[in-house]
C-alpha cells in the first residue's frame, strides 16, 4: 500500500529534474563559485569591470614623449629671447646710423651754404681791381685828353675780359655766322637777298658760355631770306 503523499511525491520528482540537469552540465570547473554558472565563470575580471589593463610600455611612451616636448619649447623659448636681444641690438644700431647721417647732412648743408657765400671772393676780389681802374678813370676824365682817357677804358675793358676768359668765360658767335637758337635770341629780324637761312646781321648784346654751358644768349637781330625768292 503507497503511503507517500502527494507533496512528497512532488519533492522526489523536483530533485530527480535537478539531477539530471547537473549530470547534463557537468561538475563545476576548479575555482568557480558554487551555484554560479560556468559561463559567468570564464568570463575574464577586467571584461566584468569594462576597463583595460595597465600597460607599463605605454607609460614610458607618454614620459618620453612630453619629456621631448618640453626640451622643444624650452630651445624655442630660447631662440626666441635670442632673436628679441638681436633686434634690440639693431634698433640700437640703426638709430645711431640715423643720427650719424643727419648730422653728417647737417654739416654738408652748412658747409655748401659757407661754399656758397664764400666761394666768389676771389673773383670778386679780382672784379675790385677793376672797379678801382674804373673809379681812377673817372676822376681824371676832365683833366686827361681824348685820346688818353679812351686808352684808360680801353685798357680797363681789357682786363676785365681777361679776367672773365680766365674764369672760363667766353663769348658767344655771333655776326656772320648761321642762326641758332640754342645760343642765339632773335630781337629783330629783316628779309635779305642773296642768303638761303638765317644769318646774324647784327650783334646787340654780346653772349657768353662758361666752359661749355651757356649763361646768356647773344641778343642778335637775324637777316632772313626774302620772300619769294
Do not use: C, W
Not at 32 to 42: C, F, L, S
Not at 149 to 171: N, S
Amino acid at each position: 500500500m503507497d503511503l507517500d503523499t502527494k507533496d512528497d511525491k512532488d519533492a522526489r520528482a523536483a530533485d530527480s529534474d535537478a539531477g539530471r540537469k547537473t549530470a547534463e552540465s557537468g561538475p563545476p570547473g576548479p575555482g568557480a563559485d558554487a551555484g554560479v554558472p560556468a559561463e559567468a565563470a570564464a568570463v575574464p575580471k577586467e571584461a566584468k569591470d569594462g576597463k583595460k589593463g595597465h600597460d607599463p610600455e605605454d607609460s614610458r611612451s607618454l614620459k618620453g614623449k612630453l619629456k621631448k616636448k618640453d626640451h622643444e619649447i624650452k630651445e624655442l623659448r630660447q631662440a626666441a629671447e635670442e632673436l628679441r636681444a638681436e633686434a634690440a641690438g639693431l634698433k640700437d644700431r640703426y638709430l645711431r646710423m640715423a643720427a650719424d647721417m643727419d648730422n653728417q647732412r647737417k654739416r654738408f648743408d652748412r658747409e655748401r651754404a659757407e661754399y656758397l657765400q664764400f666761394a666768389q671772393g676771389d673773383l670778386l676780389k679780382e672784379l675790385l681791381t677793376v672797379l678801382d681802374n674804373f673809379e681812377r678813370a673817372l676822376k681824371i676824365r676832365d683833366q686827361a685828353e681824348g685820346a688818353g682817357f679812351q686808352e684808360g677804358v680801353d685798357l680797363i675793358a681789357k682786363q676785365l675780359q681777361d679776367l672773365v676768359r680766365k674764369r672760363g668765360v667766353t663769348p658767344v658767335e655771333a655776326v656772320g655766322v648761321r642762326f641758332d637758337p640754342a645760343v642765339h635770341q632773335a630781337v629783330l629780324t629783316e628779309e635779305a637777298e642773296g642768303i638761303e637761312e638765317p644769318v646774324i646781321g647784327e650783334e646787340l648784346q654780346k653772349g657768353y658760355k662758361l666752359h661749355d654751358r651757356l649763361l646768356r644768349p647773344a641778343l642778335v637781330k637775324v637777316r632772313v631770306p626774302k620772300s619769294g625768292s
